[in-house]
Nanobody
Framework: QVQLVESGGGLVQPGGSLRLSCAAS????????MDWYRQAPGKQRELVAT???????NYADFVKGRFTISRDNTKNTVYLQMNSLEPEDTDTYYC?????????WGQGTQVTVSS
């Protein structure tokens, strides 16, 4: 069973930066793509960024040029560097790993962008 633990959220002013981390259990981390999603209360969870097992990345239009996803297979960890944060980025951020068609989620980390 995969366990994912996010960290790095917090309160930041508009224009600021945060780096989220997601640590995964298991020895097969390097074989699977990793995703970051976000969700606001009462809204659907939306995909923010993906990094494949071959390090190919893909981003939602609303974060292109501001967020960077990366992974470190030696640490079983995926990161989300978030720059130029806006109040609209306030959400709970989740990482996800899909293994053999089953999606595993972390517990989420709260990001609040406010002055």
């Amino acid at each position: 069973q995969v366990q994912l633990v996010e960290s790095g959220g917090g309160l930041v002013q508009p224009g600021g930066s945060l780096r989220l981390s997601c640590a995964a259990s298991g020895s097969a981390f390097r074989l699977y793509a990793m995703d970051w999603y976000r969700q606001a209360p009462g809204k659907q969870r939306e995909l923010v960024a993906t990094v494949s097992s071959t390090f190919r990345t893909n981003y939602a239009d609303f974060v292109k040029g501001r967020f960077t996803i990366s992974r470190d297979n030696t640490k079983n960890t995926v990161y989300l560097q978030m720059n130029s944060l806006e109040p609209e980025d306030t959400d709970t951020y989740y990482c996800k790993q899909t293994v053999r068609g089953i999606g595993y989620w972390g517990q989420g980390t709260q990001v609040t962008v406010s002055s």
